[in-house]
Protein backbone atom coordinates (compact mmCIF):
# COMPACT_ATOMS: atom_id res chain seq x y z
CA UNK A 1 0.00 0.00 0.00
CA UNK A 2 1.39 3.50 -1.00
CA UNK A 3 1.81 6.04 2.03
CA UNK A 4 0.63 9.19 2.31
CA UNK A 5 1.44 12.06 3.88
CA UNK A 6 -0.88 14.92 5.64
CA UNK A 7 0.82 18.57 6.39
CA UNK A 8 -2.08 20.24 8.19
CA UNK A 9 -2.23 24.21 8.01
CA UNK A 10 -4.14 25.70 10.75
CA UNK A 11 -3.94 29.38 12.74
CA UNK A 12 -0.75 30.23 10.61
CA UNK A 13 1.12 26.97 11.54
CA UNK A 14 1.94 24.24 9.61
CA UNK A 15 2.39 20.42 11.08
CA UNK A 16 4.42 19.16 8.40
CA UNK A 17 3.88 14.93 8.78
CA UNK A 18 6.82 13.09 8.38
CA UNK A 19 5.60 9.75 9.91
CA UNK A 20 2.39 9.14 6.75
CA UNK A 21 -0.03 6.49 7.30
CA UNK A 22 -0.85 3.58 4.45
CA UNK A 23 -3.76 3.52 2.68
CA UNK A 24 -5.39 2.04 -0.26
CA UNK A 25 -5.21 4.47 -3.04
CA UNK A 26 -5.49 8.47 -3.10
CA UNK A 27 -9.88 8.20 -2.17
CA UNK A 28 -8.87 6.47 0.75
CA UNK A 29 -6.65 9.45 1.74
CA UNK A 30 -8.94 12.01 0.99
CA UNK A 31 -11.23 10.10 3.57
CA UNK A 32 -8.76 9.97 6.40
CA UNK A 33 -8.34 13.68 5.46
CA UNK A 34 -11.97 14.38 5.83
CA UNK A 35 -11.95 12.47 9.11
CA UNK A 36 -8.94 14.61 10.05
CA UNK A 37 -10.79 17.46 9.20
CA UNK A 38 -14.59 17.01 10.65
CA UNK A 39 -12.05 16.10 13.88
CA UNK A 40 -10.33 19.51 14.36
CA UNK A 41 -12.97 21.41 12.59
CA UNK A 42 -15.40 20.98 15.72
CA UNK A 43 -12.44 22.81 18.37
CA UNK A 44 -11.48 25.21 15.71
CA UNK A 45 -15.38 26.38 15.52
CA UNK A 46 -15.91 26.37 19.28
CA UNK A 47 -12.95 27.95 19.80
CA UNK A 48 -13.13 31.13 17.37
CA UNK A 49 -9.88 31.89 17.12
CA UNK A 50 -9.39 29.96 13.62
CA UNK A 51 -10.90 30.20 10.33
CA UNK A 52 -9.23 27.97 8.01
CA UNK A 53 -7.88 24.42 8.09
CA UNK A 54 -5.67 22.90 5.16
CA UNK A 55 -4.80 19.56 4.74
CA UNK A 56 -1.87 18.61 1.69
CA UNK A 57 -2.15 15.05 1.10
CA UNK A 58 1.39 14.32 -0.19
CA UNK A 59 2.39 11.38 -1.91
CA UNK A 60 5.08 10.16 -4.76
CA UNK A 61 2.83 9.60 -7.71
CA UNK A 62 -0.52 11.10 -7.02
CA UNK A 63 -0.97 14.38 -6.26
CA UNK A 64 -0.54 16.41 -3.86
CA UNK A 65 -4.20 17.01 -3.35
CA UNK A 66 -5.64 20.12 -0.92
CA UNK A 67 -8.68 20.12 1.35
CA UNK A 68 -9.56 23.06 2.98
CA UNK A 69 -11.89 24.02 5.35
CA UNK A 70 -13.05 27.60 5.50
CA UNK A 71 -15.32 29.17 8.71
CA UNK A 72 -16.52 32.98 7.92
CA UNK A 73 -18.66 35.16 10.12
CA UNK A 74 -20.23 37.35 8.40
CA UNK A 75 -21.56 41.04 10.32
CA UNK A 76 -24.45 43.29 8.83
CA UNK A 77 -22.89 45.99 6.85
CA UNK A 78 -23.10 49.21 8.97
CA UNK A 79 -26.07 51.57 7.87
CA UNK A 80 -24.76 55.18 6.90
CA UNK A 81 -27.82 56.93 8.46
CA UNK A 82 -26.16 59.53 10.05
CA UNK B 1 7.25 -23.07 30.09
CA UNK B 2 9.10 -21.70 32.73
CA UNK B 3 7.24 -20.95 36.63
CA UNK B 4 7.06 -17.38 38.23
CA UNK B 5 9.26 -17.06 41.03
CA UNK B 6 8.35 -14.07 43.34
CA UNK B 7 11.12 -11.96 41.10
CA UNK B 8 8.60 -12.03 38.41
CA UNK B 9 5.72 -10.22 40.42
CA UNK B 10 8.07 -7.45 41.87
CA UNK B 11 5.90 -4.88 39.39
CA UNK B 12 2.45 -6.25 41.50
CA UNK B 13 4.48 -5.25 44.36
CA UNK B 14 5.70 -2.18 43.91
CA UNK B 15 2.06 -0.97 43.06
CA UNK B 16 0.46 -2.35 45.87
CA UNK B 17 2.94 -1.50 47.96
CA UNK B 18 2.67 2.22 46.96
CA UNK B 19 -1.15 2.11 48.38
CA UNK B 20 -0.49 -0.26 51.27
CA UNK B 21 1.73 -2.49 53.23
CA UNK B 22 1.50 -6.39 52.12
CA UNK B 23 3.70 -8.97 54.12
CA UNK B 24 6.07 -11.67 52.98
CA UNK B 25 3.54 -14.13 53.48
CA UNK B 26 0.95 -12.72 51.09
CA UNK B 27 3.85 -11.97 48.65
CA UNK B 28 4.37 -15.91 49.03
CA UNK B 29 0.93 -16.77 48.86
CA UNK B 30 0.15 -14.94 45.93
CA UNK B 31 3.59 -16.05 44.35
CA UNK B 32 2.42 -20.05 44.99
CA UNK B 33 -0.12 -19.64 42.83
CA UNK B 34 1.24 -17.52 40.17
CA UNK B 35 1.93 -20.87 37.09
CA UNK B 36 3.78 -19.88 33.74
CA UNK B 37 5.51 -17.26 32.70
CA UNK B 38 4.64 -16.68 29.46
CA UNK B 39 6.26 -14.76 26.48
CA UNK B 40 3.23 -13.06 23.88
CA UNK B 41 4.49 -11.29 20.62
CA UNK B 42 3.19 -7.76 19.98
CA UNK B 43 -0.50 -7.79 18.58
CA UNK B 44 -1.45 -11.13 19.68
CA UNK B 45 -5.01 -11.68 21.17
CA UNK B 46 -4.47 -12.76 25.04
CA UNK B 47 -8.10 -13.19 25.84
CA UNK B 48 -10.45 -12.22 22.65
CA UNK B 49 -13.84 -11.21 22.89
CA UNK B 50 -16.62 -13.85 24.09
CA UNK B 51 -13.76 -16.43 25.08
CA UNK B 52 -14.01 -17.56 28.71
CA UNK B 53 -10.50 -17.92 30.11
CA UNK B 54 -9.36 -20.13 32.57
CA UNK B 55 -6.92 -17.90 33.99
CA UNK B 56 -6.19 -14.52 34.66
CA UNK B 57 -2.82 -12.79 33.62
CA UNK B 58 -0.61 -10.46 35.23
CA UNK B 59 1.87 -7.68 32.67
CA UNK B 60 5.11 -7.75 34.28
CA UNK B 61 6.93 -6.75 31.22
CA UNK B 62 5.63 -4.87 28.02
CA UNK B 63 2.31 -3.39 27.10
CA UNK B 64 -0.80 -4.72 26.82
CA UNK B 65 -4.41 -3.07 25.79
CA UNK B 66 -7.98 -3.35 26.20
CA UNK B 67 -10.36 -2.67 22.92
CA UNK B 68 -13.81 -3.14 21.42
CA UNK B 69 -14.20 -3.56 17.96
CA UNK B 70 -17.29 -1.38 16.35
CA UNK B 71 -19.51 -2.80 13.32
CA UNK B 72 -17.76 -0.81 10.59
CA UNK B 73 -14.21 -2.62 11.85
CA UNK B 74 -13.07 0.43 13.65
CA UNK B 75 -11.16 0.00 16.93
CA UNK B 76 -11.55 1.57 20.55
CA UNK B 77 -8.98 1.28 22.61
CA UNK B 78 -10.65 1.15 26.07
CA UNK B 79 -7.38 0.84 28.50
CA UNK B 80 -3.51 0.61 28.16
CA UNK B 81 -2.18 -1.75 30.72
CA UNK B 82 1.52 -1.54 31.98
CA UNK B 83 3.60 -3.90 34.23
CA UNK B 84 1.82 -4.68 37.34
CA UNK B 85 -1.43 -4.35 36.25
CA UNK B 86 -3.61 -7.78 36.11
CA UNK B 87 -5.24 -7.31 32.92
CA UNK B 88 -8.12 -9.69 32.96
CA UNK B 89 -8.98 -10.15 36.55
CA UNK B 90 -12.02 -9.57 35.27
CA UNK B 91 -12.50 -12.66 34.14
CA UNK B 92 -12.44 -14.45 37.61
CA UNK B 93 -15.80 -13.07 37.92
CA UNK B 94 -17.28 -12.17 34.71
CA UNK B 95 -16.42 -14.82 33.18
CA UNK B 96 -16.79 -14.10 29.97
CA UNK B 97 -14.91 -11.32 28.32
CA UNK B 98 -17.23 -8.36 26.85
CA UNK B 99 -14.30 -6.89 25.20
CA UNK B 100 -10.32 -8.32 24.20
CA UNK B 101 -7.53 -7.84 25.66
CA UNK B 102 -4.13 -8.02 23.36
CA UNK B 103 -0.45 -7.18 23.70
CA UNK B 104 0.11 -3.86 22.17
CA UNK B 105 4.33 -4.68 22.79
CA UNK B 106 6.30 -7.99 22.97
CA UNK B 107 4.78 -8.81 26.61
CA UNK B 108 5.80 -11.04 29.03
CA UNK B 109 2.95 -12.16 31.20
CA UNK B 110 2.10 -14.20 34.18
CA UNK B 111 -0.90 -16.26 34.29
CA UNK B 112 -3.12 -16.76 37.64
CA UNK B 113 -5.44 -20.02 37.03
CA UNK B 114 -9.08 -18.86 38.64
CA UNK B 115 -8.87 -21.82 40.70
CA UNK B 116 -5.65 -20.30 41.95
CA UNK B 117 -7.06 -17.02 42.94
CA UNK B 118 -10.53 -18.63 44.09
CA UNK B 119 -8.18 -20.18 47.01
CA UNK B 120 -6.28 -16.78 47.45
CA UNK B 121 -9.24 -14.59 48.30
CA UNK B 122 -10.83 -17.49 50.61
CA UNK B 123 -7.57 -18.09 52.60
CA UNK B 124 -6.73 -14.33 52.62
CA UNK B 125 -9.13 -11.42 53.12
CA UNK B 126 -6.55 -8.75 52.84
CA UNK B 127 -5.18 -10.13 49.53
CA UNK B 128 -8.96 -10.28 48.45
CA UNK B 129 -9.67 -6.84 49.10
CA UNK B 130 -6.20 -5.58 47.43
CA UNK B 131 -7.14 -7.61 44.38
CA UNK B 132 -10.85 -5.75 44.70
CA UNK B 133 -8.44 -2.59 45.51
CA UNK B 134 -6.94 -3.60 42.02
CA UNK B 135 -10.44 -3.75 39.92
CA UNK B 136 -11.50 -0.13 41.66
CA UNK B 137 -8.80 1.58 40.57
CA UNK B 138 -9.06 0.47 37.10
CA UNK B 139 -12.70 1.58 37.08
CA UNK B 140 -11.11 4.85 38.49
CA UNK B 141 -8.95 5.09 35.79
CA UNK B 142 -12.13 4.37 33.23
CA UNK B 143 -13.78 7.33 34.75
CA UNK B 144 -10.83 9.78 34.08
CA UNK B 145 -11.07 8.22 30.55
CA UNK B 146 -14.78 9.45 30.43
CA UNK B 147 -13.98 12.79 31.30
CA UNK B 148 -10.97 13.31 28.93
CA UNK B 149 -12.68 11.59 26.27
CA UNK B 150 -15.91 13.46 26.57
CA UNK B 151 -14.70 17.05 28.04
CA UNK B 152 -11.00 17.29 26.87
CA UNK B 153 -9.39 19.07 23.57
CA UNK B 154 -7.75 16.78 21.61
CA UNK B 155 -4.36 18.60 22.75
CA UNK B 156 -5.62 17.68 26.46
CA UNK B 157 -6.54 14.16 25.87
CA UNK B 158 -3.03 13.92 24.54
CA UNK B 159 -0.96 15.64 27.47
CA UNK B 160 -3.46 14.24 30.01
CA UNK B 161 -2.57 10.43 28.64
CA UNK B 162 1.39 11.14 28.56
CA UNK B 163 0.52 12.22 32.27
CA UNK B 164 -0.73 9.24 33.23
CA UNK B 165 1.42 7.17 31.76
CA UNK B 166 4.34 8.62 32.96
CA UNK B 167 2.81 8.14 36.60
CA UNK B 168 1.74 4.92 35.92
CA UNK B 169 5.10 3.80 34.76
CA UNK B 170 6.90 6.01 37.86
CA UNK B 171 5.45 3.64 40.45
CA UNK B 172 6.66 0.56 38.65
CA UNK B 173 9.99 1.73 37.90
CA UNK B 174 9.32 1.78 34.59
CA UNK B 175 9.95 5.48 34.15
CA UNK B 176 12.78 7.97 35.01
CA UNK B 177 13.62 11.42 35.02
CA UNK B 178 10.71 12.56 32.60
CA UNK B 179 11.39 9.51 30.35
CA UNK B 180 9.73 6.38 29.33
CA UNK B 181 8.65 4.11 26.27
CA UNK B 182 5.78 3.79 24.84
CA UNK B 183 5.74 1.60 21.94
CA UNK B 184 2.39 3.03 19.88
CA UNK B 185 1.53 4.13 16.68
CA UNK B 186 -0.12 7.23 16.15
CA UNK B 187 -2.94 4.60 14.52
CA UNK B 188 -2.86 3.15 18.12
CA UNK B 189 -3.27 6.62 20.15
CA UNK B 190 -6.01 8.03 17.36
CA UNK B 191 -7.74 4.47 18.52
CA UNK B 192 -7.11 5.14 22.35
CA UNK B 193 -7.64 8.92 22.48
CA UNK B 194 -11.03 8.92 20.36
CA UNK B 195 -9.32 11.33 17.23
CA UNK B 196 -7.94 10.39 13.48
CA UNK B 197 -4.28 9.47 13.18
CA UNK B 198 -3.80 12.74 11.16
CA UNK B 199 -5.04 14.78 14.21
CA UNK B 200 -2.95 13.03 16.52
CA UNK B 201 -0.10 13.80 14.30
CA UNK B 202 -0.76 17.18 14.34
CA UNK B 203 -1.82 17.74 18.00
CA UNK B 204 2.23 15.77 18.99
CA UNK B 205 3.30 18.64 16.78
CA UNK B 206 1.59 21.08 19.01
CA UNK B 207 3.16 19.25 22.30
CA UNK B 208 6.37 19.36 20.45
CA UNK B 209 6.24 23.47 19.25
CA UNK B 210 5.02 24.35 22.89
CA UNK B 211 8.13 22.43 24.19
CA UNK B 212 6.29 20.08 26.92
CA UNK B 213 7.51 17.05 25.03
CA UNK B 214 9.63 15.28 23.20
CA UNK B 215 8.59 11.90 21.13
CA UNK B 216 11.46 9.47 19.16
CA UNK B 217 9.29 6.67 19.18
CA UNK B 218 9.43 4.74 20.95
CA UNK B 219 10.69 7.31 23.65
CA UNK B 220 8.88 9.93 25.10
CA UNK B 221 10.42 12.59 27.58
CA UNK B 222 8.56 15.07 29.10
CA UNK B 223 10.49 18.45 28.93
CA UNK B 224 8.31 20.58 31.09
CA UNK B 225 6.09 18.28 33.93
CA UNK B 226 4.41 21.61 35.38
CA UNK B 227 3.21 22.78 32.04
CA UNK B 228 2.14 19.60 30.30
CA UNK B 229 0.10 19.45 33.39
CA UNK B 230 -1.27 22.78 33.49
CA UNK B 231 -2.44 21.78 30.10
CA UNK B 232 -4.04 18.30 30.71
CA UNK B 233 -5.26 19.56 33.96
CA UNK B 234 -4.53 16.84 35.52
CA UNK B 235 -4.58 15.51 39.36
CA UNK B 236 -3.21 12.42 40.01
CA UNK B 237 -5.38 12.22 42.60
CA UNK B 238 -8.09 8.84 40.76
CA UNK B 239 -4.77 6.88 40.45
CA UNK B 240 -4.84 6.73 44.32
CA UNK B 241 -1.25 7.04 45.38
CA UNK B 242 -1.67 7.05 49.21
CA UNK B 243 -0.53 4.33 51.26
CA UNK B 244 -3.08 3.76 54.05
CA UNK B 245 -4.31 0.36 55.54
CA UNK B 246 -6.87 -1.15 53.06
Same mark, same amino acid.
Given at each position: ???????????????? %?????????????????????????????????? %?? +???????? %?????????????????????? | ?????????????????????????????? !??????????????????????? /???? +??????????? &???? /????? $????????????????????? #???? !? @????????????? @?????????????? @???????? !??????????????? !?????? #??????????? $??????????? +???? #??? +??? $???????????? &? /????????????????????? $?????????? %?????? #?????
Amino acid at each position: MPRYYFDVFSDNTLTR %DEIGLDLRDMNAAVAEARLALADMSREAIASAKL %DE +LRILIRDG %DDGPVLLTVTISTEWPAKSDGT | MALASLTHLQPLFKRLQVRDHISSDEMNAL !ASKASAIVDVPANTDMAPEGSRP /GFST +LVVEGFAIRYN &LLGD /GRRQI $TAIHVPGDFIDLPSFLLKTMD #HSVA !A @LSDCRVVAFQHQG @LLDITAQWPHLARL @LWLLTLME !AGIHRQWLVTMGRFS !ALQRMA #HLVCELYVRLE $TVGKAHNGRFN +LPMT #HVG +LAD $TLGLSPVHVNRV &L /GELRSMRLIRWDTPEVEILDW $TGLRRVAEFD %DSYLNL #HNEPR
